[in-house]
């Protein structure tokens, strides 16, 4: 009997599905489904219950790109948040490791990723040109280019500077800090480190 008569269809169905999540590999993807199988019945289905609830609540936030599960989020919506000091960082999960710091009182703006030309990403996928009407719009008196320090966040933050600089030559653009090692992502920096970066932009 072959492999694939004994595999069970809804097993092999699963982990090809989970494998179209950025960073699943088969492996991964396995080590999920087998794990969520063990659990209880009851607990089984109460996590596909919260998984559909997400996916049908969680959409990007209009005005900035956060993922949120109102057309605005709570951050833009804050009238206590300084609309002058506009983060820009490249996924949603960067700005709430920045929230957790509970230091930084302005707005974000989430790209939606970074440039990475060898897997197909150029600045035209990014979310890019809402960020320049917002600029128009709030007229900032600082954007803080807080992309990964990586090779792809670098490349990003670079293109991000010189296009601010070339259509806003008065604005003020920094850069997060070398706090954060390079390779880091922002999502699991420690909360001192990626504190240190924030303070110390340039």
Do not use: W
């Not at 794990?35 to 959409?59: A, C, G, P, R, Y």
């Not at 490791?97 to 600045?123: C, D, M, N, Q």
């Not at 030559?169 to 920094?174: E, H």
Request: contains cysteine.
């Amino acid at each position: 009997m072959a492999f694939e008569d004994v595999f069970p269809k809804p097993i092999k169905e699963a982990i090809e599905a989970i494998t179209k999540i950025p960073t699943y590999g088969e492996r991964g993807a396995s080590r999920f489904v087998y794990n969520l199988l063990k659990l209880q019945q009851e607990e089984k289905v109460t996590l596909v219950d919260l998984l559909q609830q997400l996916v049908l609540s969680i959409k990007k936030c209009s005005e900035c790109g956060l993922l949120t599960d109102r057309d605005v989020c709570s951050i833009c919506s804050d009238e206590k948040r300084n609309k002058k000091f506009i983060c820009i960082v490249e996924e949603s999960q960067d700005a709430y490791a920045i929230e957790k710091l509970e230091r930084y009182t302005g707005v974000y703006h989430v790209l939606g990723g970074r440039i990475a030309p060898l897997e197909g990403i150029s600045p035209q996928d990014l979310n890019i040109d809402s960020l320049l009407e917002r600029i128009e719009r709030y007229k900032p008196k600082e954007i803080i280019v807080a992309t990964n320090p990586n090779v792809e966040g670098e490349a990003t933050a670079n293109y991000l500077i010189k296009l601010l600089k070339r259509r806003f030559s008065n604005l003020k653009v920094t850069r997060v800090s070398y706090g954060l090692q390079f390779g880091t992502f922002i999502e699991f920096a420690d909360e001192l480190s990626l504190e240190k970066s924030i303070e110390n932009r340039k």
